[in-house]
């Protein structure tokens, strides 16, 4: 019952005139929200590829530091030097070399390297769509 008597009441009111700029208002604000969201997108993205290519310098410290303490060099030297050797003893030579990689060390540089490209390529998608005609 309220529908009907809300459908009536609005039936009855004259139409508005609507200004004619009206549109154009409107869309001109859309597209500024639009372009105003890609720019804090750039910089955001931005800002944080910047700070993860800043991060892989102790990622990169932290993995050299950690494949000097470990004996990686020894076993893989061994798989260099001496290839009967590595080929006899290729069971316990593998399983000594993945032993000693420096996973920590692995992952840092991995997860500084993912977030690096990751930013960058958020940042040129959207630094795209800001240069584009549509936006």
Do not use: N
Request: aromatic content about 12%; charged content about 15%.
């Amino acid at each position: 019952m309220e529908q009907k008597s809300f459908k009536a009441l609005f039936s009855e009111l004259p139409p508005k005139e609507v200004p004619p700029q009206l549109m154009e208002t409107v869309l001109f604000c859309l597209a500024s929200a639009k372009r105003r969201a890609l720019k804090r997108r750039v910089f955001i993205f931005g800002g944080l590829a910047g700070l993860s290519l800043v991060a892989a310098v102790p990622a990169f410290q932290y993995f050299g530091s950690e494949i000097a303490r470990t004996d990686f060099f020894d076993y893989f030297s061994l798989i260099a030097s001496d290839g009967a050797t590595a080929l006899v003893l290729w069971k316990q030579l593998t399983l000594s070399l993945i032993e000693s990689l420096p996973i920590y060390g692995m992952t840092a540089i991995l997860s500084v390297a993912f977030v690096s490209l990751l930013s960058l390529k958020m940042m040129a998608g959207a630094f795209h769509m800001l240069g584009s005609k549509a936006a």
